[in-house]
């Protein structure tokens, strides 16, 4: 398994304003996945983070809106930037063992 | 891309009863297809999956199904119980990777 601690758990911000959420595993992972879920809505991958490397984007999603780090192989942050309204949704970090996917807890934003 | 169409999105159900949730994929080159659950307020967890290269598989009071031709695959959960209630997600991926597509979610709710 794969323990997850992902940080802020939620919050309220202006929109215009920008947020950093925060991803730490247990172990040493190659990749690690940003994933958005709005409300009543599916789990819809943003982008892959890898170290080393930039992130890669999934179409629809774009780095200068969710800027990614991946400074080491177990930590990684998403920056969602210019908050709007739309932006209000549940983020979560996910890291894959063999076939399974574990996900933290998810950062529920709301964007006033 | 893969495409995986998820229904019903609402399902009730009387304690006891069994519950049935079909998805559908597009990509004939998927051949791991997970289940996952997500309690209301928690994050998403693996409850069972299957490979292409089997039908069926079992584990108590749930089973998944796989039709590699029609490309659609279902689980089943027989005997429903309270704690069975929370979203249910179907997901498609290939091997390299084992990156998910989810389908839309499945709502359960299982009345006492």
């Known amino acids: 398994s794969a323990v997850i601690s992902q940080k802020p758990s939620r919050d309220i911000c202006q929109r215009g304003t920008s947020l950093t959420i925060q991803c730490q595993v247990d172990?040493?992972?190659?990749?690690m996945f940003w994933y958005r879920q709005q409300p009543g809505q599916s789990l819809t991958l943003i982008a892959t983070?890898?170290?080393?490397?930039?992130?890669?984007?999934e179409s629809g999603f774009v780095i200068d809106k969710f800027p990614i780090s991946r400074p080491n192989l177990t930590f990684s942050t998403l920056t969602v930037s210019n908050m709007s309204p739309e932006d209000s949704s549940i983020y979560l970090c996910?890291?894959?063992?063999?076939?399974?996917?574990?996900f933290g807890q998810g950062t529920r934003l709301t964007v006033v | 891309g893969e495409n995986v169409e998820q229904h019903p999105s609402t399902l009730s159900v009387q304690e006891g009863d069994s519950a049935v949730i079909k998805c559908t994929y597009s990509d004939s080159a998927s051949n791991y297809f997970p289940w996952y659950k997500q309690e209301l307020g928690k994050r998403p967890q693996l409850i069972i999956d299957?490979?292409?290269?089997?039908g069926e598989k079992k584990d108590q009071r749930i089973a998944v199904t796989l039709n590699k031709t029609a490309k659609h695959f279902s689980l089943h959960i027989t005997e429903t119980q309270p704690e069975d209630s929370a979203v249910y997600f179907c997901a498609a991926s290939k091997g390299g990777s084992y990156i998910p597509t989810f389908g839309r979610g499945t709502s359960l709710i299982v009345h006492p």
């Open positions: 983070a890898n170290q080393g490397s930039e992130a890669t984007y």
């Open positions: 299957i490979r292409s290269n089997v």
């Open positions: 172990s040493q992972v190659t990749m």
């Open positions: 996910s890291v894959r063992r063999d076939t399974e996917a574990f």
